[in-house]
Every structure is written in C-alpha cells, then in structure tokens.
C-alpha cells in the first residue's frame, strides 16, 4: 500500500480551488483576425471569448477586475494564452517560429501606433495606450515561448523557474502594469506566484504531455527517484517513482505559493493583499487547488479526479476577493 504524502506547509482549505489551464489546445483559427475595420469594442469582446474557451478560470478572474480595465484584462490574458497555445498547436518548431515572430512584429507595430489587425494585438493596444504597458515584458514572454518551441523539457528546477519567470510571472507584472500598481513588493510575490502557477500547471497537465512523449517534471527530479521517461509514457501511473518525482515537484510550487503569501506579512500589509492588487493575486486560488487536489490522489496525477473542474471555483474566488487572499 502506497503511503500518504502530505505537504510539511499544510494547506488553508478555505483558500482551495480548481486550476482548469488546459495544455491541450486546438490551433484558433480567426476570420475576424483578417478583416480591417474591427472596432475597439469588437477586438475585447474577441479576447472574452477566447479567454472564456481556453481559460475558464481566468475568466472567472476577470468579473473583480474594474470594469473600465476588463478590457485590458482580457487582451492581456488572450495574448499570453495565444502563446502558449503555440507548442502544442504547430506541427513543427519552424512553424511555431514564425507565429511568434508575427507577434514580435506585431508589439513593434503596435508601439508604432499601427497594431496588426489582428484582434488581439487591437486589444493589446488598446490596453497600452491606456496603460503604458511595458514592451520589455511582452517581448520577454514571446521570447520564452520561443526558445520552448527548442527545448520543450527541463533538466533543472532553475531552468524551469527562470522559465516561470519569463512567461507566468511575467504576466502577473503585466497585469500590475495595467492597474498601475508599481510595487517590488508586489512584483515579488508575483514573482512566487507565478512559479507556482507554472509548476502545478504542469502537473495538472503531465497525462497530457506524456501522452504526447514529453515529460514536463526537470529531470533533476526524475533522476533522484530513478523515473523511466519511456515506462511513464507507456505505463502512465505504473510507473516507477513518479508518484514521488509529483510529489517532490508539488512540494517545490507549494513552497513558492507559501512564499507568495508571505510577503504580505514581511511588508507590513497584515497578512492580505491589498484590495486595489487582488484581481491579479487572485490567480493564486485556482493554484492552491490544483494543489489540494494533487494531495487528496496522493500525487497521483494521471487520476480521473484530476481533471475534473470544481463546481465550488465562482464562490472560491468571490470569498478570496473579499477575504483578500489566496
């Protein structure tokens, strides 16, 4: 019999909810993307609708966003999901190269006031100018989808977290940049959070991956616990030590959430986030509860119960809005 393994940070299950980021993503393909003449309204109300298709909990996210910003919201999410749709959407690195260099070309002409007609790069604009969004982190973010395209696999937990850094947290500045909530407090404990987001998005989407012959777990972590890339391929669950190579990976994205939550206390802000910076932090709930859910299948991560999406996830993020935390 398998034994239980359980985090040494315990969780606040009050704060649990459901991350549902699919890496499964079909190619989008936009009509509108071709057609000149879009209106504002009409590039926003596209980002909507693509955030509510491929990240439900994001959307979710964005009703405790200000009303007059949702619009940056959803541009700004659309885009980083447009990204990392990317991978697993072409059927060669080559391809993939050249749509991450339309979207390089697209942010230079969008800082030339001339944006693609594109609806997301409209509404990216749109965000901008209102905004003053920092190119360095757009850029950041379609240079590290990149150089995944290349190396899709991780043989240390620093490359991965760098990696985080340049993708997930890189977001999360992005979304301060656009509540205009320039803080290095702030910015650290999204620095942590976005880690965290990445790793247990990961681990979420292993059955995935390895279905498609990737293993998203740094192979500094595999080795230790002597895991077989082939016989988690073939085997799935059955094979040997992936249950502790999850576990150990989990412990890592546990310990930068914990870390996340912490600097609310060293900053003297008493343990809670601010009201004005909670739409951002409030990604932290859906991670908490891909985390809960790891636990309760003890870290086995090709478990049905895995997939499932959390009915309780709309009233989990109202009460972390109000609570402010997550």
């Known amino acids: 019999m398998l034994s239980t393994k359980t985090f040494k940070c315990t969780f606040n299950l009050s704060r649990a909810s459901c991350l549902d980021l699919r890496y499964t993503f079909p190619r989008c393909q936009s009509t509108f993307a071709s057609t000149a003449g879009a209106t504002d309204q009409e590039s926003v109300e596209y980002c909507r609708d693509f955030v509510r298709k491929y990240d439900y909990e994001a959307y ?18 659309a885009f980083s999901t447009e990204l990392a749709m990317i991978q697993d959407s072409v059927s060669n690195p080559t391809i993939g190269m050249m749509r991450m260099q339309f979207w390089r070309d697209a942010i230079k002409a969008m800082m030339n006031g001339n944006p693609s007609r594109h609806p997301i790069a409209q509404a990216l604009h749109q965000a901008s100018v209102r905004s003053n969004l920092p190119v360095y ?9 990149d150089a995944e ?11 991965l977290t760098a990696h985080s850094e340049s993708t997930s ?4 500045y992005l979304l301060l940049s656009s509540l205009s ?14 880690a965290a987001q990445a790793f247990t998005t990961l681990i979420r989407a292993m059955p995935f991956h390895a279905k498609n012959g990737r293993m998203v777990v740094p192979a500094e972590i595999t080795a230790k616990h002597g895991v077989v890339q082939e016989e988690v391929f073939r085997r799935g669950p059955a094979a040997k030590g992936i249950d502790d190579a999850v576990f150990e990976f989990a412990t890592l994205a546990n310990d930068h959430l914990v870390t996340a939550r912490s600097m609310f206390d060293q900053e003297g802000f008493g343990g809670r986030v601010p009201q004005e910076a909670m739409p951002v932090f409030l990604t932290g709930v859906p991670v908490s509860s891909i985390l809960k859910q790891a636990e309760e299948v003890n870290f086995n991560i090709f478990n049905p119960r895995m997939q499932t999406r ?12 109000y609570q402010r935390m997550f």
């Open 137 to 145: 982190h757009l850029n950041r973010i379609i240079d590290a989808r």
């Open 169 to 172: 947290s890189t977001l999360l």
């Open 181 to 194: 909530l320039p803080s290095s407090a702030l910015s650290h404990a999204a620095s942590h959070l976005g």
């Open 60 to 77: 979710l996210i964005a009703q405790f966003w200000p009303k007059e910003l949702r619009g940056s919201y959803y541009a700004i999410k």
């Open 310 to 321: 959390d009915w309780k996830l709309p009233w989990r993020i109202w009460k972390g809005y």
């Open 149 to 159: 395209l290349q190396v899709p696999v991780h043989l240390t937990v620093d490359s």
